[in-house]
T-cell receptor
Framework: AQSVTQPDIHITVSEGASLELRCNYSYGATPYLFWYVQSPGQGLQLLLKYFSGDTLVQGIKGFEAEFKRSQSSFNLRKPSVHWSDAAEYFCAVGAKTNAGKSTFGDGTTLTVKP | EPEVTQTPSHQVTQMGQEVILRCVPISNHLYFYWYRQILGQKVEFLVSFYNNEISEKSEIFDDQFSVERPDGSNFTLKIRSTKLEDSAMYFC???????????FGEGSRLTVL
């Protein structure tokens, strides 16, 4: 069975500081990995995804993530956080046979200090 | 920009009542999904739907739940007899490919009293 762990429930960073959100997954085969962002009262928006190829993937809003198979990780990074980045972030792993059946992590809430 | 739309945005119902949540997926998408998020908890997969039939469902999706694509544009989730624990935000999603980006709607908040 696939699973996702986001070890950090809540992270606070200062505006302009760098950000890294951690994600560890468990899946028996090559995973499809996603990061979504959810602003309050909003739906989920895809930030980026990894299916294959280059392990460093670029996403929207200046985010990137790196797939490390040896560590079963897919951490999300941003070099300089903006106040508008405050939201909840979900890592998800997709099944190879049906990537729509994604398993989500518990989420990490990001607070940005001015 | 095309988007997934969901109605209602919020529904309050009494326990035991039937509820239908509606979704209009993006028009050229072929794969449709329902997820739910109980307040403060993670997003959970309920069901996926393709070619007018369920392709996969979770253990949450029991006999009280059903999905339908009645007219080629709407995609509905029906809960036959709601329970208190069905209170959650329900998200519809669609994708153009089986392995592709999911586009989520803004959700329908269901409150069961």
């Amino acid at each position: 069975a696939q699973s996702v762990t986001q070890p950090d429930i809540h992270i606070t960073v200062s505006e302009g500081a760098s950000l890294e959100l951690r994600c560890n997954y468990s899946y028996g085969a090559t995973p499809y990995l996603f990061w979504y962002v959810q602003s309050p009262g909003q739906g989920l928006q895809l930030l980026l995804k990894y299916f294959s190829g280059d392990t460093l993937v670029q996403g929207i809003k200046g985010f990137e993530a790196e797939f490390k198979r040896s560590q079963s990780s897919f951490n999300l990074r941003k070099p300089s956080v903006h106040w508008s980045d405050a939201a909840e972030y979900f890592c998800a792993v997709g099944a190879k046979t049906n990537a729509g059946k994604s398993t989500f992590g518990d989420g990490t809430t990001l607070t940005v200090k001015p | 920009e095309p988007e997934v739309t969901q109605t209602p945005s919020h529904q309050v119902t009494q326990m035991g009542q039937e509820v239908i949540l509606r979704c209009v997926p993006i028009s050229n998408h072929l794969y449709f999904y329902w997820y739910r998020q109980i307040l403060g908890q993670k997003v959970e997969f309920l069901v996926s739907f393709y070619n007018n039939e369920i392709s996969e469902k979770s253990e949450i999706f029991d006999d009280q739940f059903s999905v339908e694509r009645p007219d080629g544009s709407n995609f509905t989730l029906k809960i036959r007899s709601t329970k208190l624990e069905d209170s959650a935000m329900y998200f519809c999603a669609s994708s153009v490919q089986e392995i592709g980006e999911l586009f989520f709607g803004e959700g329908s908040r269901l409150t069961v009293l």
